[in-house]
């Protein structure tokens, strides 16, 4: 279902890592600089004016900016940066989806009297982000999803960019087949073997054309983005899934230091996912190998859960089947994810029908019925030490001396609104 007038917003913080670190330290202002070491996680815009790239190595990075400065990651920041920036958007508009971290769609439909035109409430945002945050952040405004955020794209950094209703496609199909959403290098290496290079070449083909250039989901999803459909509203929603992820750099791993890593990955979801208040059923491993390349492995577990023990299990029986596939071809990343997340009042208790009867069921209970509740009164302990003493100051042997700070951020957690 259309809108009828240009009221959606993408709002995109602009080099987000790199610029907290350029806002925290005046000195690196105006400086090349990336954020982390051995692969680059964030680059400012005068590093990327040298064609350096987030996920580079950081070698191949330092060889295109000789005067590169190096920052060490700090996860803390840029989370509290992003509650931070959420929040303004909480109260600019009741309706706002998040993506990721750093960006966000809202819909200022309905605003106009209380707030002005949306490109008044998009210019708004943005000075409220500096003067608050500290932070550029790139607006777009369009009629539709997909046309905001080509338009942010295209208006980077740090500015606004309106598309008219009724300039839609003057705008739009100019662009490179690379500003379609969902069209990547292999996508686009097809789409240029056609002769399609820019978005006007694909709106030009029939959607027959394209399905069976790219089969049927990506053929009729990258024609309706070409001729400017997209009905997707702008939804208020909580994430579908929480995770972590770990680069463990390239040479030789073994199984034992990858198990711990995946532990202390899953212990930091773990207690996100109970200060959120939320239960999980899917485990998702995800590696990435020497030679780039990616997969993900995962489990459903019987019921929704939040416990450590289970969660933690699962994980590990995904990386004991992925075990001949990492020693074949290297492992460099390693990441677990919780998804199919739901609230924490749906937990379904379960029936001890395969438990042996012991000391505990002669007392009354039963088995997993006590070791259920002795693991969430454990977690809770250990939910709270770490909220008052650092994720370090309690953890198990095997973790003994293992980096306890945060992972990568991801969208801010809170309980149901």
């Known amino acids: 279902m259309f809108v009828s007038d240009a009221t959606v917003l993408h709002a995109d913080l602009d080099a987000f890592y790199a610029s907290v670190e350029q806002r925290d330290d005046p000195w690196l202002r105006g400086k090349p600089i990336v954020v982390g070491g051995g692969v680059v996680l964030a680059a400012s815009y005068e590093a990327k004016a040298h064609g350096i790239v987030t996920a580079m190595s950081g070698r191949a990075a330092r060889a295109l900016c000789p005067g590169l400065i190096s920052v060490p990651p700090r996860m803390e920041a840029y989370a509290q940066a992003s509650r931070d920036v959420f929040a303004i958007f909480d109260r600019t508009t009741p309706i706002v989806e998040g993506i990721s971290i750093d960006e966000a769609f809202l819909d200022v439909s309905g605003l106009g009297r209380i707030a002005g035109r949306p490109v008044d409430i998009a210019a708004r945002l943005r000075r409220t982000v500096a003067e608050e945050v500290g932070l550029p952040i790139t607006v777009g405004v369009a009629r539709t999803k997909f046309l905001a955020k080509v338009a942010s794209g295209v208006a980077k950094p740090d500015g606004l960019l309106l598309v008219p209703p009724h300039a839609e496609l003057e705008f739009l199909h100019p662009l490179p087949v690379q500003r379609l959403w969902g069209v990547g290098k292999v996508t686009a290496a097809k789409l240029h073997a056609h002769g399609l290079r820019t978005v006007a070449d694909v709106a ?96 459903t577990l019987p019921g929704a859960t939040a416990r450590t023990d289970l969660l933690s299990a699962a994980a590990r029986d995904l990386l004991e089947q992925t075990r001949p596939l990492i020693a074949e071809r290297g492992l460099t990343l390693i990441g677990i994810a919780v998804t199919n997340l739901v609230g924490e009042g749906v937990e379904q208790l379960e029936l001890p029908f395969d438990e042996p009867v012991d000391a505990a069921a002669d007392r009354g209970g039963d088995t997993r019925t006590h070791r259920a509740v002795d693991r969430h009164a454990l977690d809770a302990v250990l939910d709270d030490l770490h909220s008052r003493y650092g994720a370090g100051a309690v953890t198990s042997a095997a973790l003994l001396g293992r980096d306890h700070r945060p992972g990568v951020p991801l969208l801010p957690d809170g309980p149901e609104t």
Do not use: K, N, W
């Not at 930091?268 to 990616?294: I, K, P, Q, S």
């Open 204 to 299: 030009a083909h029939s959607e027959s054309d394209l399905v069976s250039l790219l089969g049927r989901a990506a053929g009729r999803h990258l024609h309706a983005l070409a001729i400017g459909h997209d009905p997707r509203p702008v939804r208020h929603r909580r994430r579908s899934s929480m995770g972590a992820q770990h680069a463990l750099g390239r040479g030789p791993h073994s199984i034992e230091s990858v198990g711990e890593t995946l532990q202390l990955l899953v212990d930091r979801v773990c207690r996100r996912m109970r200060r959120a208040e939320r239960l999980g059923r899917t485990v998702v491993l995800r590696m990435r190998f020497a030679d780039y390349t990616r997969a993900t492995r995962s489990h």
